[in-house]
């Protein structure tokens, strides 16, 4: 299918380390399908220039648009912004319109904007700003990359931002049905489907409940005529 | 430090669409800190043999120990084992011991041993199969790479099979504290204390509890000592 390409990437020790879960893919992954975007890969990486590098380098030249989550905050290891500066080969500085929203923002607040807060006037030169509406620093989008913060309500306002500005494709659709077979059953009946329907594509998960097995089949595509047919096929697998 | 490395690889179209989250990566994340082993990076991809292959040699080449989980079933799109194969250029097929472990299983359970299901004894030329003390169906390890079944429980019954198996190295630690002031006001004195000790990682994560701002600060590191040293300077950034 053509549909526009996306990966994601997080970035933060906390999460390789195992003290947070990343909830940020899951709930791009919801997003990018209503608006049929294809999310293709993702990655999770340390708070580690060279790491964060790479990464950014190999997924903008693969897929159409990539979103960061993590390291945009104060601290010392808040070092995505630099990283993608130095990942596009571009300087990065304090830049005026982001220290102007941190200032009228610790302002409000009563808090002071001392040094390190200024770090997350940092923007790479060329990039556009992308708005915090809880905390007010800034994500940014620089060429095909959109950077934003770690924590899961303002990243979540930051990815409801930038979506509108992104071409979409037809919403990737999807159906599901429970069966009372174990997968193996029907995984024969289920392949002569998946070559039926080239456009669709058939994911089959087991599950067990109350001590009996069963397997969740679940079709995606994005014509949901054809999405309907291989429904009423699927369903006959139950029989 | 010079911990082993590791990295997780995914594999499924349901984690990139959003139907499913991944719990694997933070279960394998805190076993092998335990184990003094360093989770480096973590990568999803879809059910797709070049992405699969692609990611597998990138990561089997950078890390010491590769686990992946996912595509190891009865079903068309579980592709796994024939992609690790094509990885690293081996043959595969349905081996006899694989295939015996099945017979067994479906005897006892009463289902029968079809050609799909004949497809989880496809195991890669020169592996060692993993025990699946759930559904029978083993995982395999090929080299440096852990193949592992994709829903939790079995993930989790292979991790804890396959970990003792690994060379470890010193358990790494980390102790945490929640201070009342926002990770701004105690960047700069944070920054200070990760340049005193840099044999440890220093990472702070803000939260609102209650309507007010704190943070948690989390050290990690190997040497008990100097973590202990580290908190005592933490708690007095509360002060």
Redesign the interface.
Known sequence: MGNPTAAMLVIG???????????N???L??E??NRGI??????????DQD?IVAAVNALRGAYDTVFTSGGI?????DITADAVAAAFGVPIDVREDARAILEAHYQRTG?EL????L?MARIPEGATLIDNPVSAAPGFTLGNVHVMAG?PAIFEAMVASVLPTLTGGDP?L?QMIDIDR????I??K??AL?EKFPDL??????YQRNGAYGTQL?V?GTDGGQLDRAMVELAALAQ
Chains 1, 2 share one sequence.
């Open positions: 020790d906390e999460i390789l380390s195992g003290r947070t879960r990343d909830t893919t899951n709930h992954a919801k990018l399908a294809r999310l293709c890969e993702a990655r999770v990486v340390a708070d790491a905050g104060p601290t010392h290891d808090f001392n040094e390190m807060r770090r924590v990737l999807s174990g997968e193996g059953e995984a024969g289920l392949k998946a594509s058939f994911g089959s998960y087991p679940v995606r």
